[in-house]
């Protein structure tokens, strides 16, 4: 009933009517030469781009799910949650790093270094500025998986930008209920299949080597919807010794027999390999930025990646109650060659047994991850002395299991080459959540309450025991009670009042037990 400027809105009132938000796009700018230049326009002529009017309209008030883990008009929640609509993902980007959407989000931070041997370093409100590598502090979710280990450490990277429906992006304490390392939540939706069919390829190209290809298809067979995505990116990159290589690919299938129930299936693969330039000393970089430093080129540092993981989900709606069940499994396997110099690592028959060399993991870091997770919540609406109450009680559970081993970065005199082993270890980190919450509209107020309970056990089985170097075996486990209050007031259609309080929870990081122990051993 909304004029066609204009969008539908719920509200607790009923229905509204609010102005529609057009994105305005800008044209990028760029150092492509002239060649490139010419290139490109030939490939916007084979593969036309759709148009930007195609594009589904954003709103003042666009409904989310992340806080109240229901559809809720961002408006009325007692937080801070921005919606980057798939218009903003794509326009003028390459869909490659989280950073291209995130860049005009309030309170986010993205330090993108284009080094792809290290992710990017997100921050929500000072949150995650403490990762030297990777995401931590910030709850990072795929589709309703985590993308976040047990731990609390993620990976941005393997978001699907290309079939992104939208992200949601939560700050302040309302993120709190999200559990461990929730200082902030950053949640991506790809798209559904829907009908017409439609079979979709992208091509872009840029400067220093850089390109990248995407082919999809989508559409509906019946009941079920199908999205099909695979993509290839590669750089030769800005810096000496910065080239990656990336290929990415995803599957989704929905099934939705009728208009109560839900059912979902994903899989998704990651595989990169890249060159790692390291940091570089001011100097350096003022004379020659592009430069890298004598350590890097002997060592030849680099990372490679290899992640498969796939998930299930169903929903079923009784009434006014809600079940939605999740589980997901994935494997990852990292081998990383760093620069530590070969005499740290290096072990004679007249080394020490106290000296610090025989407690060197080495050079070279080599994993193999198997993680799981299941989560189930039931959602109920109820009237409540004269307003509506709509409950949450729900569980989470997540395992994480590394095999990890670490080698000497040489043999002999030759060096960036995986050596003598020094490190080999089982280590597993395990959590399993409670939590309950509720919201209360009653007249021009929203009340929300909420209470988690976390338990995260951290465990290392050390199969690497030799002369100064003793068993660092053992079990540690954190527990904490999160609670969360907020209130919101409606003075105008248009305007809102909240305040919100709440208690987070952040254990320390697998890697930070590791490595911040006396002598460089496990810290328990």
């Not at 990976?155 to 992200?167: E, K, P, S």
């Not at 670490?406 to 995986?418: A, D, H, M, R, S």
Request: hydrophobic share 35%; glycine share 10%; aromatic share 8%.
């Amino acid at each position: 009933g909304c004029p066609a400027s204009a969008v539908a809105v719920d509200r607790p009132a009923g229905p509204e009517c609010g102005l529609a938000d057009p994105l305005l796009l800008q044209p990028a700018e760029t150092n492509m030469n002239p060649g490139f230049r010419g290139v490109v326009a030939i490939l916007a002529a084979v593969f036309p781009c759709p148009a930007a009017a195609d594009a589904a309209p954003s709103t003042l008030d666009p409904v989310v799910v992340t806080g109240s883990r229901v559809d809720h008009g961002s408006f009325d929640l007692p937080g801070a949650v921005d919606v980057v609509d798939a218009g903003r993902i794509g326009a003028d980007n390459a869909r490659v790093n989280v950073s291209e959407a995130l860049a005009a989000v309030p309170g986010i931070s993205v330090q993108n270094r284009q080094n792809y041997a290290q992710d990017m370093q997100i921050s929500s409100r000072g949150f995650g500025v403490r990762a030297a590598f990777g995401v931590r502090g910030i709850r990072l979710i795929s589709d309703g998986i985590p993308a976040s280990m047990p731990d609390g450490q993620g990976q941005a990277a393997t978001f699907n930008l290309d079939r992104a429906a939208r992200m949601e992006v939560m700050r302040g304490p309302m993120s709190a209920i999200y559990g461990n390392h929730s200082g902030g939540v950053i949640q991506l939706f790809t798209v559904d299949g829907q009908d017409p069919p439609s079979v979709e390829a992208r091509v872009a190209a840029g400067s220093y080597g850089t390109w990248k290809t995407d082919l999809a298809a989508q559409g509906r067979a019946g009941e079920v919807g199908y999205v099909l995505d695979a993509s290839r990116f590669a750089t030769d990159g800005y810096r000496e010794h910065s080239a990656a290589d990336r290929n990415q690919s995803l599957a989704k299938l929905t099934y939705a027999p009728d208009a109560e129930t839900r059912v979902m299936l994903i899989a998704n693969c990651f595989s990169q390999q890249a060159q790692d330039p390291q940091g570089t000393t001011w100097k350096r970089f003022t004379t020659d930025p592009r430069s890298v430093e004598e350590a890097t080129l002997l060592y030849n540092t680099r990372k490679s990646i290899d992640q498969l993981q796939g998930g299930a989900s169903y929903e079923r709606r009784f009434g006014e109650d809600i079940v939605q069940i999740m589980a997901y499994a994935g494997q990852r396997s990292v081998t990383q060659f760093q620069s530590i110099p070969r005499a740290l690592q290096l072990i004679t028959g007249s080394t020490p047994a106290d000296d610090p060399k025989r407690r060197q993991s080495g050079g070279v870091i080599d994993f193999d991850r198997d993680f799981s997770g299941l989560s189930a919540r039931w959602i109920g609406r109820y009237e409540l002395g004269g307003g509506r109450l709509t409950a949450t009680i729900g569980l989470d559970y997540e395992r994480a299991s590394d095999d990890r081993r670490g080698y000497e970065n040489f043999v002999g005199q030759t060096l960036g080459v995986k050596g003598a082993l020094r490190r080999d270890e089982v280590n597993s980190a395990t959590t399993f959540d409670q939590y309950v919450q509720a919201e209360w509209l009653i007249g021009q107020w929203s009340l929300t309450a909420g209470l988690r309970h976390g338990n995260a056990t951290y465990k290392v089985v050390d199969n690497y025991v030799t002369d100064g170097n003793q068993d660092d075996s053992g079990t540690i486990t954190y527990n904490n009670t999160a609670p969360l209050l907020a209130a919101l007031y409606r003075l105008t259609p248009t305007l809102n009042v909240y305040a919100s309080a709440a208690r987070g929870f952040e254990t320390p990081t697998l890697n930070e037990l590791f490595y911040s122990g006396p002598g460089g051993g496990f810290s328990y």
